[in-house]
């Protein structure tokens, strides 16, 4: 089993939707959670983190962590087509020390916005 | 511009044949780290580094080597390449003190 799982869609959405992005992770020692967007042909890139439980928005985009139930969640609010991208989360001890190089990543999920 | 550069960005070449990708980065990170993109398989560590001359395995080292010998630099040493490495390949970087990794463009390796 891997330490962190995605359903990798592909979703497909019209613009204006929520969209909603989840993953499961088994490692209890998680803190740190990440989501990573990555473009056609490009790098992933950050695009929020979170810390133990609880809720981050930034804009449209809002993260989630429930460590009860071991689940992350990434909304996404009135999607546009430029949000189309693979979305990856990402989870890490926050250990310090050589856990700042140590992200384990889901599968990531394929997001289809349509106009 | 702060960036993580990659060469080549394409590849082809056949089994066996010793190949180096090169990273490089211009931000002054310690932590450097290279990954393999595989469908259905995510994002896999192959190794990471978390200062010059310090190195260590990720989740799937066998078959790849690395040096960091300067902080900005950091190679990714396929010494006998076999086609269950043909895949995309990252490097990445950080800050000793943060998770947040900046990613190159991505190096597409095929090997026949």
């Known amino acids: 089993q891997k330490e962190v799982e995605q359903d990798p869609g592909p979703l497909s959405v019209p613009e204006g939707a929520i969209v909603s992005l989840n993953c499961t992770y088994s490692n209890s020692a998680f803190q740190y959670f990440m989501w990573y967007r990555q473009y056609s042909r490009k790098g992933p890139e950050l695009l929020m983190y979170t810390y133990s439980s609880g809720n981050k928005e930034d804009g449209r985009f809002t993260a989630q962590v429930d460590k009860s139930s071991k689940y992350i969640s990434l909304f996404i609010r009135d999607s546009q087509p430029s949000d189309s991208a693979t979305y990856l989360c990402?989870?890490?001890?926050?250990?310090?020390?050589?856990?700042?190089?140590?992200?384990?990543f889901g599968q990531g999920t394929i997001l289809t916005v349509h106009p | 511009e702060a960036q993580v550069t990659q060469n080549p960005r394409y590849l082809i070449t056949v089994t066996g044949k010793k190949l180096t990708v090169t990273c490089s980065q211009n931000?002054?990170?310690?932590?450097m780290s290279w990954y393999r993109q595989d469908p259905g398989l995510g994002l896999r560590q192959i190794y990471y580094s978390m200062n010059v001359e310090v190195t260590d395995k990720g989740d799937v080292p066998e078959g790849y080597k690395v040096s960091r010998k300067e902080k900005r630099n950091f190679p990714l040493i396929l010494e006998s390449p076999s086609p269950n490495q043909t895949s995309l390949y990252f490097c990445?970087?950080?800050?000793?003190?943060?998770?947040?990794?900046?990613f190159g463009p991505g190096t597409r390796l095929t090997v026949t």
């Open positions: 931000m002054n990170h310690e932590y």
């Open positions: 990445a970087s950080s800050k000793g003190d943060s998770y947040e990794q900046y």
């Open positions: 990402a989870g890490t001890t926050n250990a310090g020390g050589t856990s700042y190089g140590k992200l384990t």
